[in-house]
């Protein structure tokens, strides 16, 4: 289940760095703000979809508001994109503070109603795992099916490669680069939503610690392929599943970035990506 | 109030000291660790262990010796830069850009980790404490005059850094780094060995990290994981940014700037009630939001790096293209022929 989640908080990530080539280092505060979203609405109406749209719709405007204020004005400007990577974590700090001063720092508890578990296969789960689970699959088929079956997920595919020669294609690609981020902080901000249910607490901290070992799932995986670098989250989950139930759940951060490590010097080009692509810069 | 500018003076010695560390990794070698303030806080915590003595039950820590205040910095310089070695070693070999970064941030969330959870270390999230006024009886200084003292001591330190990371920045040493940032290939055909350069640099850098770290251990007298977090890097890094990148005086006055004027100015802002932390997240915000603004209108800083030129590139008409700038002549003589690293 916290693979599934994993898989979500990655395939996004790795959306927004196919579109820009910048790794958003203030990718884990769109979970942040899609938590906070989904706890004031449920507050409000009681409504678990509503809450769980207000989270990802708060998560798609902040990645909007991102891209189009902070980061086309530096592409636009021809800044380096080491330099956006470094801006996007001075941004993560803006918004984690930003939500301390609404929120306070404190911890909020976040508990719903997890149902009665049952077993399925060998696995035991509760009725919210399950809905985890099927909506991260129904997420992830419709992400497919839109990079891959629409002229959108064409323009998608062709900015990633080579962004110049699809603008000279007539492609807007900056548009294209927006609605992806839109496309992406939407499922981060569901992320955030689930990930804040299943963990049943948050704070304005806790997307950023997500995000540490989505980073080293999605990078783990290979960036910039939505798809492998959701295989290698999904495989990176379910590892960090094992060693937290044998080992010790506090020391997850540390395998994952454990792992990472060894991928980067056996397979430093990431686990599912074609060998042509060099992570060198 | 003299006293409050004896504490704000030797906290920005010892920033100042940090930032001097990081612009060698990241201004003259232009590699964004994530990692350093793992190396200030190894620092600290091994001063700490090696000089408060043996820990007293519940608490538990490893080491706990009873040695004098300057050698346990040395020693937990020399952890530093041992740690810098092994995360140099991984990730300066084939890492570059973002990839760099990613791994460095994981490395000192290892450490972070480590030291958090595992309380045999550092006694996990209690952190270590006690170290009051180390030298104090050695040089006969009482308690009203130690912080003065601390002052002076933590100030001439940072002089010396600041002396030699000067001269380091003009020495062949710092050129060949600045080479590698600004053409890795070029200056590999020029028979530079690249990662041994960069790692040089690297563990140089963690070591004065780590520097800093000791003399901050002295400054709080205790240390533990809500005091740190590795995030700190940020600020650190807004300030070499704001003075900037590469030049030791810009560094400093960006640690002026940002480490002690942005730092102490918020302070005097009325506190609300019930919200403590909410002049210290406003703070942190101008922080972040300088850091963006900065880096998108003026990334060279208040103070630029001065660029050395080749005089034979300028038209003064006599001198032959290429290569009769003396320094370069003589850095290829003798640049040795090791192989090139990739």
Known sequence: MAAAILALSAVAFSLEYAVTNVANLSHGELLTVGAYAAYLVQQATGNVLLAALAAALA?????????????????????????????????????????????????????????????????????????????????????????????FGKALRAV?????????????????????????????????????????????????????????AAVAGGLGKAFSTMAGAVLVGIALQFTGAYISASYELAFAFAILALVVLIRPRGLFTSARRSIFE | MSQYLTSVLTEGSIFAI???????????????DLAFYGYVALGAYMTLVLTIGRPIAPAEYILGLQLPYPIAVLAGVAASALMGLIVGLIALRHLRGIYFSIVTLGAVYVVYVMAGQYVPLFDGYNGLSGLFDPMASTFGINYNNYQYFLLGFCFAIFLIIFVLTERLSRSRFGLALRSLRDDERASAAFGRDIYRLKLRGYVLGAAIGGLGGGLFAAYLSAFNPSAWSPIETIVIYASILVGGKGNGKGVVLGVFLISVLLQESTRFLPQIPNQPELVLALREVIIGAVLVLFLRFRPQGILPERRRVDPDRGDDGGGRPGATNPRLVDDLASSGSEPIAG
Not at chain 1, 72 to 83: A, I, K, Q
Not at chain 1, 162 to 185: E, H, K, P, Q, Y
Not at chain 1, 192 to 200: K, Q
């Open chain 1, 59 to 151: 998560g798609g405007c902040l990645a909007l508001l991102v891209h189009t204020t902070v980061i086309e004005s530096f592409v636009r400007h021809g800044t380096p994109r080491m330099t956006i990577f470094i801006a996007t974590l001075g941004l993560s700090f803006v918004i984690q503070n930003v939500l301390v001063i609404i929120f306070g720092a404190t911890n909020v508890a976040y508990t719903i109603d997890q149902g009665a578990p049952q077993q399925i296969g060998p696995f035991l789960l509760t009725r919210t795992a399950d809905e985890i689970l099927v909506s991260a699959i129904v997420i992830t088929a419709i992400l497919y099916g839109i990079i891959q079956h629409t002229k």
């Open chain 2, 18 to 32: 940090m930032a001097l560390g990081l612009n060698i990794i990241w201004g003259w070698s232009g590699d964004f």
């Open chain 1, 160 to 216: 990633s490669q080579n962004r110049d020669l699809a603008r000279v294609t007539g492609i807007n690609a900056r548009t294209v680069a927006s609605t992806t981020w839109f496309l992406a902080g939407l499922v981060a901000g569901y992320a955030g939503f689930v990930l804040a249910e299943s963990i049943g607490t948050f704070s304005p901290y806790f997307g950023f610690t997500f995000f540490l070992i989505t980073l080293a």
